[in-house]
């Protein structure tokens, strides 16, 4: 495998901008690919992920390895990451139940939230 070529340059005709393990990222000024990355320094990938405004994002496979890494090192990460998630997941289905007006009615997801903001 050729580490000097980009990943547009690999991925020319590709429809997710997601890395794959063979993909090659750009970090402290080497290229190196994804199985790299999380094979040798998963914490600095994990970072990168999950950092404000990041860019980078992986398909689930190589997620799921980097998450078996990390969570032998750090558990307390990927469970503070998971509970962030689980969050952001409740918060956009309230908000799409608010818009829908499905809130108030018997069959919402929200029982407590809907009778408050109903009563409002």
């Given at each position: ?45 994990w ?19 980097l ?12 469970k ?41």
């Open positions: 495998m050729n580490l000097k070529t980009k990943k547009n340059e690999t991925l020319n005709n590709v429809l997710s901008k997601k890395y794959r393990l063979t993909d090659v990222l750009l970090t402290d000024k080497k290229r190196r690919t994804i199985q790299q990355l999380i094979d040798k320094s998963p914490m600095y990938l970072n990168k992920i999950h950092a404000k405004h990041s860019n980078v994002s992986l398909v689930r496979v190589a997620y799921a390895k998450k078996a890494k990390v969570a032998i090192k750090r558990p307390d990460l990927v503070k990451t998971e509970k962030e998630f689980e969050a952001y997941k409740a918060k956009k289905r309230l908000l799409k139940e608010q818009r829908n007006g499905t809130l108030g009615s018997s069959n919402s997801r929200f029982k407590k939230v809907s009778s408050k903001l109903v009563n409002k």
